[in-house]
C-alpha cells in the first residue's frame, strides 16, 4: 500500500502521488480525490463534488471530509446548531459546565467534573450545575447523586447516619466503598 497522498497504479504497482493539494487518497486518475485531509473536504459547487480539497469552513468542526463548508463532526465542548429542527452543520460552543453537546450546542449530555444535570419532573434538562455535595467529583446524571467522591473522601455508607451517601473527609473510622480507600 501507499502512504497518504499517493495511489497504487495498478499496471506498474508503483505509488503515484496525488496532483492534489491535502488529498490522503485518490483513484486511478490523480487529478481526483477520494479522502482529503483532516481540516479539509470536498469542494461541492451546484450539489456537485469537484473531488479537490478546499480547508473547512466552518469554526470549531472536527470533520468535514464529505463536504468543506458542512461540518459531519464538531470539536470536544461544541455541538451543532440546529435553525427550525434543521441542522446547520455550524458548530457552538457547548453551554456552561458542559463537557459534551456535539449533537446539538444547546443540550448537553455529558457534565463536566464536578456537574450533573438539573432535573425537572425526574427528566433532565440538559444544563450542568453544580454537584450538590461540595466534596463530590462526578454526579453525571443527577446533581443530587454523587458516583465518585474527589481525592480523600469517601461515601459515607452508614444507612442510620444523617450523612449517609455523602462525600466525608475519611477519618479512619468509618466505612468506605471507594477505590483506595483503606
Known amino acids: ?45 451546484n450539489d456537485i463534488n469537484l ?5 473547512c469552513s466552518v469554526d470549531h468542526c472536527f470533520d468535514c471530509k464529505m463536504n468543506s ?22 458548530c457552538e460552543l457547548c453551554p456552561d459546565n458542559c463537557k459534551n453537546c456535539s449533537f446539538d450546542s444547546t443540550i448537553c449530555f455529558e457534565c463536566q467534573p464536578g456537574y450533573g444535570f438539573l432535573k425537572e419532573n425526574s427528566k433532565s434538562t440538559g444544563k450542568c450545575v453544580p454537584c450538590d455535595d461540595i466534596n463530590c467529583e462526578k454526579c453525571q446524571t443527577d446533581k443530587t447523586e454523587c458516583t465518585r467522591c474527589k481525592d480523600n473522601f469517601f461515601f459515607d455508607i ?6 449517609y451517601g455523602q462525600c466525608l473527609p475519611h477519618e479512619g473510622n468509618v466505612d468506605c466503598v471507594v477505590d483506595g480507600c483503606q
Open 1 to 45: 500500500s501507499c502512504k497518504l497522498g499517493f495511489h497504487k497504479d495498478i499496471n506498474t504497482g508503483q505509488c503515484i502521488s496525488c496532483n492534489q493539494l491535502y488529498c490522503d487518497n485518490c483513484n486511478r486518475n490523480v487529478n481526483e480525490c477520494i479522502e482529503c485531509s483532516s481540516g479539509y473536504g470536498f469542494l461541492i459547487e
Open 158 to 163: 452508614r444507612k442510620q447516619s444523617s450523612t
Open 69 to 90: 463548508k458542512a461540518c459531519k463532526q464538531c470539536e470536544n465542548g461544541y455541538g451543532f446548531i440546529w435553525k427550525n429542527g434543521v441542522n446547520t452543520h455550524m
Open 51 to 55: 473531488h479537490t480539497c478546499s480547508k
